[in-house]
């Protein structure tokens, strides 16, 4: 919902709530069709200046929460991490990706599988806050898609995980994967979100976004099935924008900035009405990829309030024989976790955990 609907509903229900007040007390004011239309119209503009002022108001605390609490991590990029990475920076079509490797070679059970990092809300592939997530896969190299803003430094064109997120997914998915059988991610907090989203609309042969992408049927069968015949860590996933808003601007005011500011914030690359990961996974059908859901004991971004929801939704979906949780210890940003070290590497090669 967009402002211009969001008052519109708003000048509607006051309208017939005013008029209905008047009708039960039978105002002798209902016999003026003038003194009630100006009453109307001062309540509606009354209305719509406290929501606009407390709108104004919330803004320069969300945005310093944004900025500052999110850290803008790739100020402070850092690479190779302790000199056991190296990074090329690659492009396709102006989407922006890294090709990450090992300079130390490791010992490896995966054949055939393509590794992707996605990365989260305000970070870059070669941030400090990735480098833990790179010491996680079980492999010489692997992929990390960059998306817009951190690839351009410019924060605010981050679109949440919905149209622009996804496109550069499946842009690079497309070109990276053709040599392999499998796709195997790890996926953090918006980039978990993105991703649930890209595999829900090339779960649908007739999305408008893959003939934007001229993703032709058989190529969208091909990228479906090596994400199938793959695994999936989602790591603090941002189920719902909202879970992050609620929680730096509380519930109210959140709702305020997810409908009306984020939208204008992101030049309209975000929209309230856009796909959201816990919606997209109404899309699935039963599409039975492991995977691996796990939520940090203390994440200082994103609220907790759906994660029951998604995970039972999740296996619902997907099948419960494939789908896996697991709380490790640590944030949003990093843990300091040591079975969680072992679980990701062992999940991503053998598509269980050790029980």
């Known amino acids: 919902m967009n402002c211009k609907v969001f008052f519109k509903k708003l000048n509607i ?3 017939f709530t005013i008029a209905i007040f008047f009708l039960q007390n ?4 209902c016999n003026n069709i003038k003194n009630i239309t100006k009453l109307i119209a001062k309540t509606c503009i009354k209305k719509s200046i406290w929501v606009i002022t407390a709108a104004l108001a919330v803004t320069p605390p969300l945005l310093y929460l944004l900025h500052t609490n999110v850290g803008l ?3 402070n990029i850092s690479h190779p991490w302790n000199n056991e990475f190296t990074a090329e920076r690659r492009t396709i079509n102006g989407d922006c990706y890294y090709h990450i490797s090992r300079k130390e070679p490791i010992k490896t059970d995966s054949k055939n599988a393509i590794f992707v990092h996605l990365h989260g809300y305000g970070d870059h592939p070669l941030a400090l806050a990735c480098s833990q997530d790179a010491k996680l896969f079980p492999s010489n190299e ?3 898609i960059c998306f817009e803003e951190a690839s351009t430094n410019k924060l605010f064109k981050s679109n949440f995980g919905q149209e622009g997120d996804i496109k550069t997914i499946l842009t690079i998915l497309r070109y990276i994967s053709k040599n392999y059988t499998s796709i195997k991610f790890i996926a953090h907090s918006r980039g978990a979100a993105a991703l649930i989203n890209s595999i829900s609309i090339l779960n649908r042969a007739d999305h408008e976004l893959l003939k934007l992408l001229d993703i032709n049927e058989e190529e969208r069968i091909t990228l479906l ?6 695994a999936i860590v989602l790591k603090a996933p941002m189920i719902h924008t ?4 609620n929680h730096t601007s509380g519930k109210f005011f959140g709702t305020i900035v997810e409908k009306c500011i984020l939208g204008p914030l992101t030049a309209f690359r975000y929209s309230p009405r856009g796909p959201q990961a816990i919606n997209s996974l109404n899309a699935w059908g039963y599409l039975s990829i492991p995977t691996l859901i796990c939520f940090p004991e203390n994440d200082q971004f994103l609220s907790d309030t759906m994660n029951d929801e998604f995970i039972k939704k999740y296996m ?7 789908s896996y949780t697991y709380t490790y210890k640590g944030d949003h940003a990093g843990w300091s976790d040591d079975t969680f070290a072992q679980l990701i590497p062992y ?4 598509k269980t955990i050790i029980i």
Do not use: M
């Open 26 to 29: 039978k105002s002798t004011e």
């Open 142 to 144: 692997y992929f990390a």
């Open 242 to 245: 909202k879970t992050l808003i």
């Open 316 to 322: 619902r979906v997907n099948g419960q024989q494939n």
């Open 73 to 75: 991590p790739y100020k």
């Open 347 to 350: 999940f991503l090669t053998h």
């Open 13 to 15: 229900i006051l309208f």
């Open 225 to 230: 099935r090596k994400i199938k015949n793959g």
